[in-house]
């Protein structure tokens, strides 16, 4: 497989010298996979082949590798591969492929030794397997109790034990001069978790998640931010459907415009969700909320086109695809929300928020002005509470201005 990258296929003897000269067929094999151009694909291989003379040299077995090993290799062997691109990439990339391949061995877990990261550690079991909670939430929640635990160790001897409710305030009083209110809110909603947590341990004896002062942010206070409806249009057929990228950014704006869709979801969606024979998908929302929504004519066709003329080939099974290898699916919502900014760059437009949220707002917003009721939209959103869809009360002009009352002294 080593040859899918060779130039000159005599001299790929070469190539397999040192501890992981038998192993690289394998790792050649995983870029193939990966849909690396043959011109990458050899500088990657040429990189490892340096890493499996070097251990020869030093007389490593394969089974040594590891992160330590690739860090020495970096530091000592630099003005050998001075010339070689995304070495540290690669390197990393190769242990990867070997520990799936058991080639080598998984690293053994770090050994625990503060009080500190043990708590954390178990406050971690906690929200993972007492509470369900999804990684997502995990991460906006251990750094704010990370940042908790360190700040009272350093000044409490009893550690969280010495926790006292103004020590609670204070903490996120010191946040509220550098976060957003709606950061602010996350952060008082990670810090009540936390306490109940140490609460329900026997760490504090009261429970503090009541001192927790509430962050002003009021609720319906702001408008929806949304494009008109030729300017979805305008932003929809900005992609150049020429391309395989234009192709694929077509049919994921297309989605967020017809259904609604929030990034994660469409990050998330695989070739598996899609009922061609019923003109269905499966969406798998907040809290691992399914639901099968009927998939529009125009989306369809955009979806079957991407995936037959633009979708690269590759083993992963999601829907949208990186196009530059490593050939797989999406790593976060952020991709989602570039392929939203490049379009609205694209069309010129400039609207407050520019994330994939934007065209979520916009079918609320054209549904309601269709004539729809706010129990309609927010069956098509999946919101789960009915206040979460009242926000869009506040532009329907028409059913406003009939409610509303003259201005004291102004105009009839």
């Known amino acids: 497989m080593i040859n899918r990258f060779q130039w000159n296929i005599t001299k790929g003897g070469r190539y397999r010298c040192g501890p992981i000269g038998p192993h690289l067929d394998g790792f050649a094999a995983l870029l193939s996979e990966q849909g690396y151009s043959n011109q990458f694909g050899m500088q990657k291989i040429r990189v490892v082949r340096l890493l499996s003379l070097w251990m020869a040299r030093s007389r490593l077995r394969i089974r040594q590798l590891d992160e330590q090993r690739i860090a020495h290799f970096l530091r000592t062997q630099r003005r050998a591969l001075r010339r ?11 242990l990867r492929y070997c520990r799936r ?6 690293p053994r877990p770090t050994r625990v030794e503060k009080p500190s990261d043990l708590l954390i550690l178990d406050y971690q079991r906690f929200l993972t397997q007492e509470r369900g909670l999804s ?53 008082a909603s990670a810090l009540r978790s936390f306490l109940g947590f140490l609460h329900l341990r026997g760490q504090i004896a009261l429970p503090l998640g009541a001192s927790i002062p509430s962050v002003a942010s009021w609720r319906l206070s702001e408008l929806p931010k949304f494009l008109e409806t030729e300017q979805v249009r305008r932003l929809v057929q900005s992609c150049d459907r020429n391309s395989p990228c234009g192709r694929r950014d077509f049919a994921a704006l297309l989605l967020l415009a017809r259904l609604g869709l929030r990034a994660g979801e469409l990050v998330h969606l695989s070739l598996e ?19 099968r929504l009927p998939l529009p004519p125009d989306a369809g066709r955009a979806l079957a086109s991407y995936l037959k003329n ?26 989602i929300c570039d392929i939203v900014r490049r379009a609205l760059i694209r069309t010129g437009l400039k609207p407050e928020h520019k994330g994939a949220h934007l065209l979520r707002h916009s079918l609320a917003v054209q549904m309601l002005r269709g004539g729809a009721s706010l129990t309609q939209i927010g069956q098509i959103l999946r919101h789960q509470l009915p206040q979460t869809t009242e926000i869009y009360a506040k532009v329907d002009l028409t059913a406003l201005k009939a409610i509303a009352h003259p201005w004291p002294g102004g105009a009839r």
């Open 84 to 94: 070689q691109r995304h070495v540290e990439h690669t390197l990393h990339q190769l």
């Open 273 to 291: 969700d899609i009922d061609w024979s019923s003109g269905t998908v499966l969406i798998r929302g907040k809290s691992s909320h399914e639901d």
């Open 135 to 187: 990684q997502a939430t995990l991460n906006n929640y251990l750094p704010v109790a990370r940042r908790l635990v360190a700040k009272v160790s350093s000044k409490k001897k009893l550690g969280v034990g010495g926790l006292e409710a103004r020590d609670i305030r204070r903490f996120i009083l010191n946040d509220s001069a550098q976060f957003s209110p709606k950061r602010l809110q996350l952060i």
């Open 310 to 335: 633009g979708r690269p080939r590759c083993v992963s099974r999601r829907v949208f695809i990186r196009m530059k290898a490593p050939h797989v699916g999406f790593s976060s919502s952020v991709a």
């Open 101 to 106: 391949s058991k080639i080598i061995p998984e």
